[in-house]
């Protein structure tokens, strides 16, 4: 199963498109989706999942780069996987 950072409260979540069990957040949008896709312990470690997780909590927003965002969209939308980060 794929671990997940929520976006909205931080907490970790089973599978990056599914409801937080902790807030009910529900990513809906393709780009909402995509952000939530790269927070997962396919694409992160699970020491870097829990610093973003921290750092949500903390109520600081994430940047992502555009470049990784914009392969991520891509993926939702036509199911082509994106390279994983090295």
Known sequence: MTQAVCLNCGAMKVGAFTQC??????????EEKAKHLILTDWYFNQ?????????????????FSPETLSSFVEY???????????
């Open 47 to 63: 020491e870097a999942l829990d610093g973003y997780a921290q750092r949500i909590k903390a109520g600081k927003k994430l940047e």
């Open 76 to 86: 939702v939308k036509t199911g082509k996987f994106p390279e994983k980060k090295v």
């Open 21 to 30: 069990p902790e807030c009910g957040y529900y990513p809906k949008t393709v």
